[in-house]
């Protein structure tokens, strides 16, 4: 079992670019999380997903972040464009019944 | 607004003492509550956890204590040991919204040998 994969682990790129963060889960977990973490807010959920349908995308900053989950087996977390306040690590996590996993994260940086 | 907060942002302890983590939470239809613990450069892992129906729940050196006329939860670690050193996370959970996890902003502790 390789846990959750993460993809890239650090992301350069200049404002106003497209930005796409990837994440495998573990197969067999039912349920997928992004979450952002900030030195402000501490580990912020953006949306989740169960059995591969977008159940609650409220904490999605704005029309600018958008998630997919086409099969099981991958998502992905795209921001387009991106700004400087968008920095930060992102985190991909699965699981089922609270025991999630989460993966060693994307760090963005925005310049 | 943050439904979940950890007012501390660090902890510094010796080693061999007691660490206490202390959560605060706003919403009292939470059922379930959980610690999580970050090293850095990783994602967090699954320390602890406690139903609203208990008050105390332990695992070896790790108890988490939930006080819900308070709306709050505490971890404590005792002894500390340097390897504790992280941030931990306080999280706390609806039992009808699928496992959706709201996080407080981390504690990092320092154990000191």
């Known amino acids: 079992d390789a846990g959750v994969i993460q993809s890239p682990r650090h992301e350069v790129t200049e404002m106003g670019q497209e930005v796409t963060l990837r994440c495998k889960p573990i197969?067999?977990?039912?349920?997928l999380f992004w979450y952002r973490q900030t030195m402000m807010r501490g580990l912020e959920l953006l949306i989740y997903f169960n059995n591969n349908v977008p159940i609650d995308d409220s904490g999605m900053p704005e029309d600018r972040f958008s998630a997919k989950m086409p099969n099981a087996s991958f998502s992905t977390l795209k921001i387009q464009p991106s700004e400087p306040r968008d920095s930060a690590v992102y985190f991909c996590?699965?699981?089922?019944?609270?025991?999630?996993?989460f993966g060693s994260g994307t760090r963005l940086t925005v310049v | 607004d943050q439904q979940v907060k950890q007012n501390s942002p660090s902890l510094s302890v010796q080693e061999g003492r007691i660490s206490i983590l202390n959560c605060d939470y706003t919403n009292s239809m939470f059922d379930y509550f959980l610690w999580y613990k970050k090293y850095p450069a990783e994602g967090p892992t699954f320390l602890i956890s406690i139903s609203s129906i208990k008050d105390k729940n332990e695992d070896g050196r790790f108890t988490v204590f939930l006080n819900k006329s308070a709306k709050h939860l505490s971890l404590h670690i005792v002894p500390s040991q340097p390897g504790d050193s992280a941030v931990y996370f306080c999280a706390a959970s609806f039992y009808n919204q699928g496992g959706k996890l709201i996080f407080g902003q981390g504690t990092e502790l320092s154990v000191k040998p």
């Open positions: 197969s067999g977990h039912n349920s």
């Open positions: 996590a699965s699981g089922e019944n609270y025991g999630y996993t």
